[in-house]
């Protein structure tokens, strides 16, 4: 078509504040206001009235575990909650601890994540969110994910469970550096 001719198509207005005026049109977000505080009491018996017994004995369940996990816990806040660095802290130091007997520094990202649960530090973390976490932190340089190499032995179900895939990279395993023993200098 030569520069002068006018195209058979209109051109499209699209604006936000014409996609705002819009009738029907989506408004932006705006910022939430939280909702007023209330007596989480009465707050979990309005709940639980409006619950079928189903919903009930799930959230019961819920709130048993929750329970149980604090009181393993104790004051430490749960990894769903902490910052990537001290995300990465704890479980470094949560690997170190279970290594003990291994010379090697590494563990594999299932058993590792089991372990944290039995201490019942991952309330509201699931496997693939702590696998993304552990992603994003070995990204920043707070720890070292390491490949599980085929010809060593291992559970393969272990292997599989802890399977981190990233842009062409896979792994298996969280690294410990551990500081030499005075007695192998």
Do not use: Y
């Not at 604006?15 to 979990?44: M, N």
Request: net charge positive.
């Amino acid at each position: 078509m030569s520069p002068g001719r006018l195209s058979p198509f209109p051109k499209r207005k699209s604006s936000t504040k014409l996609r705002a005026q819009r009738p029907g049109s989506i408004a932006p977000p705006r910022a939430s206001v939280p909702p007023p505080l209330l007596d989480p009491a009465s707050e979990l018996s309005a709940v639980l009235a409006e619950l079928s017994p189903h919903g009930v004995a799930a959230l019961l369940a819920h709130a048993r575990k929750l329970r149980d996990d604090e009181r393993r816990r104790g004051a430490s806040p749960p990894l769903i909650v902490l910052s990537p660095r001290d995300f990465a802290a704890r479980v470094v130091q949560a690997a170190s601890d279970l290594i003990v007997a291994r010379d090697d520094g590494r563990m594999f990202i299932a058993s590792l994540f089991r372990s944290l649960e039995e201490r019942g530090e991952t309330s509201g973390l699931g496997l693939a969110e702590f696998k993304n976490r552990l992603l994003m932190a070995h990204q920043a340089g707070l720890l070292v994910l390491s490949r599980f190499e085929p010809h060593e032995r291992a559970d393969a179900a272990t292997v599989t469970a802890s399977e981190i895939r990233h842009l062409g990279a896979t792994f298996h395993l969280v690294l410990v550096r551990r500081p030499k023993s005075e007695g192998s200098k």
